[in-house]
């Protein structure tokens, strides 16, 4: 007997479900200094219990690097693509280029339309999100492929409110004219509605614990008579409340992006720091593998993302967007989020090679030779804003001669990064500062190492 498209798709949603094992991970490239992929793939399927990746393009050497590995890889189409892919023609020729040479040796099991679309627009993205879904999900069943799912992901500007989680719901506008046709061809394809909850936008000084999974008295919203004991719970049962309000709850819901930075500028302090995103990442992965849902869905593992893989030193924006990952470069991890198989070290497949540091194994922090004196004097006045010693910098002081600006900058970077641990992102300063191993100090001005 002949099965439909959507049974199918169905099914294979079915499969998926039960077959989740772990939590996944977003694999950004906007760095570099990154391992090439064929090294991130062996390292992601011997070292860690991550089994899926998303990526935000349709990387040729991403799709073959994973081939043959198991782990599943969701692949997104730019969303300046997404007019063109409208007409049937195209979503076809787009499967037969991007899809098709590398299914099913490498497991893709999603398309992604586009990325956070009604958040960042324009208009004509928005107006053609819904029919290119269509399209390339048209276009995959053609090609006799059932095994990927069409979705697309959402920031949660689609909500006007989400505290508490009963009153929430859609923005208008958006919610009877773009997301309830997104949401029907959710239910018609048995796909995901996939949304990018972060806790960490929402984070303030006086909740933090609400925010990253720590212990705190909770939030009880009394008209579901639910307490919420994380921000995580309580933005996706606002995203499952907004559904059930336009008539779809019964719409899978899974998460495509939420993370946590571990390093950030000085007003981005205390939200960005290593224990922050130790707490956030670490707390989701085992409220994940312990299968527990939400209030409202208590009984649902939601698959989830996180983002993301590496920090990476290339995206635009403030300290804190470089160092979102889970780990860095050389694939030792940026903290502890529970990812690691049981008896397994972090070292990379194939170590990327790194200056020799001196015989004796110190390390320190200095300015960069192209560094401006302006981005140095920033750093002074971060670093001695988080209780660093700078008296020495002072009048007086044994390093305040030289009375520049570099000098001065040298000293304090060299003794923040030493009292952080000398982890080489401790040194990053917004790409301003350097490791050496060549002793910095000069007369009775003595550097930390």
């Known amino acids: 007997m002949a099965v439909s498209p959507y049974a199918a798709a169905a099914l294979f949603l079915l499969a998926a479900i039960a077959a989740v094992e772990s939590i996944g991970v977003n694999y950004g490239t906007m760095g570099d200094n990154l391992p090439p992929p064929a090294q991130v793939a062996q390292f992601l399927k011997d070292k860690t219990t991550i089994d899926r990746i998303k990526i935000f393009d349709a990387n040729p050497d991403i799709l073959r690097a994973f081939s043959g590995t198991g782990i599943l890889v969701a692949v997104t189409v730019p969303n300046g693509e997404i007019p063109s892919l409208t007409d049937p023609g195209n979503a076809r020729r787009w499967v037969a280029a991007n899809i098709q040479p590398f299914h099913p040796q490498t497991k893709i099991n999603y398309i992604l339309v586009g990325n956070e679309i009604l958040h960042w627009g324009p208009q004509n993205l928005v107006d053609n999100l819904v029919s290119a879904m269509r399209s390339l999900h048209t276009a995959l069943s053609l090609s006799g492929i059932t095994d990927i799912i069409v979705t697309t992901a959402h920031s949660l500007g689609i909500l006007e409110s989400s505290e508490p989680p009963s009153l929430a719901k859609f923005r208008p506008g958006w919610d009877k004219g773009v997301l309830a046709p997104v949401l029907q061809f959710h239910r018609e394809t ?21 925010s990253v999974f720590g212990s705190n008295k909770g939030l009880f919203d009394r008209y579901t008579k639910r307490t919420y ?5 309580m933005l996706m049962d606002a995203v499952y409340i907004s559904m059930k309000k336009l008539g779809y709850g019964d719409v899978e819901i899974a998460i495509g992006e939420t993370g946590w930075s571990s390093l950030g500028e000085s007003f981005e302090r205390p939200r960005c720091s290593v224990e922050n995103a130790a ?21 649902k593992r939601l698959e989830t993302y996180i983002f993301g893989l590496f920090n990476e030193n290339l995206k635009s924006g403030p300290l804190s967007e470089k160092n979102f990952g889970l780990f860095r470069p050389d694939f030792t991890p940026a903290y502890d989020a529970g990812i690691m198989r049981v008896g397994s070290t972090a070292a990379p497949v194939q170590p990327i090679k790194r200056p020799t540091p001196a015989q004796d194994g110190k390390k320190w922090c200095v300015p960069k030779a192209e560094a401006s004196d302006s981005e140095l004097q920033k750093n002074i006045d971060y670093v001695c804003s988080q209780g660093v010693d700078c008296g020495p910098i002072q009048p007086g002081g044994a390093c305040f001669d030289p009375n ?14 030493q009292r952080e641990g000398r ?17 910095p100090s000069t007369g009775n001005c003595k550097y930390l190492a």
């Open 423 to 439: 982890h080489d992102f401790n040194c990053n300063f917004s790409g301003s500062g350097l490791i050496t191993s060549t002793d």
């Open 404 to 417: 520049t600006v570099r000098s001065h900058a040298s000293f304090v970077m060299n003794a923040f990064y």
């Open 279 to 299: 707490a956030y990442n670490g707390g989701l992965v085992r409220k994940y593998n312990s299968g527990r849902g939400t209030p409202l869905m208590p009984r």
């Open 190 to 210: 048995k796909s995901p509605f996939m949304v990018n909850p972060y806790p960490y936008f929402g984070y303030s000084p006086e909740h933090a614990n609400f």
């Open 229 to 233: 004991g994380n921000m995580f719970d």
